[in-house]
């Protein structure tokens, strides 16, 4: 069935790295790929997404890439900051032909330390 | 525009019971989809609704219901209420297909 896998679970980095986090889909047929950024007690928040037609998508310090081929899609974070401090969510899905089901991963709780 | 709104905030109920929220999607979104949100499950799709039909549903028991009325409001449903359905509930409006935006959740606590 359709899958989302999201790699790590826990991100620790310190003020100023990068950080990376990673997700793979199942379902070849998937064209959207958001990420959802959810800081503690807050909904969930569209931060950046990617459909399958582009391979690299960027605003300003959050950057995204896919690659169809191995159906992995990762978001980039650079020069990190405290506030960017929070639960990151990736998900998938097919938008097409009134099909509109995110498939979440398990999220990743990235921490960024002074 | 106003966000997506949910009613309530909190909801305390107790096994057995059943419990409706309420969702109010963002102004000219006829899209409602619904999650549920648990630690140990994730974010997982319950059922989407457009234009009053069920478009899509996630794998959940038949006690969760939904419906969705002509101005595009949603409500959900959960009859028999057993612990392991304490969670936030969330959902989310988009246009057509397309991005969504999640409300602020309800979080059911099931005694």
């Known amino acids: 069935g359709e899958n989302v896998e999201q790699h790590p679970s826990t991100l620790s980095v310190q003020e100023g790295d990068s950080a990376v986090i990673k997700c793979t889909y199942s379902?070849?047929?998937?064209?959207?790929f958001p990420w959802y950024k959810q800081e503690l007690g807050k909904r969930p928040q569209l931060i950046i997404d990617?459909?399958?037609?582009?391979g690299e998508k960027k605003d300003q310090r959050i950057a995204v890439t896919l690659n169809k081929t191995a159906k992995h899609f990762s978001l980039h974070i650079t020069e990190t900051q405290p506030e960017d401090s929070a639960v990151y969510f990736c998900?998938?899905?097919?938008?097409?032909?009134?099909?509109?089901?995110?498939?979440f991963g398990a999220g990743t709780r990235l921490a960024v330390h002074p | 525009k106003a966000g997506v709104t949910q009613t309530p905030r909190y909801l305390i109920k107790t096994r057995g019971q059943q419990v409706t929220l309420s969702c109010s999607p963002i102004s000219g979104h006829r899209s409602v989809s619904w999650y549920q949100q648990t630690p140990g499950q994730g974010l997982q799709f319950l059922f989407e609704y457009f234009s009053e039909t069920q478009r899509n549903k996630g794998n959940f028991p038949g006690r969760f219901s939904g419906r969705q009325f002509s101005n595009s409001r949603s409500e959900m449903n959960v009859s028999t209420l057993e612990l392991g359905d304490s969670a936030l509930y969330l959902c989310a409006s988009s246009f057509e297909a397309s991005e969504q935006f999640f409300g602020p959740g309800t979080r059911l606590t099931v005694l």
């Open positions: 379902d070849s047929a998937s064209n959207y």
């Open positions: 998900a998938a899905t097919k938008i097409s032909g009134g099909y509109n089901k995110l498939i």
């Open positions: 990617i459909r399958s037609n582009v």
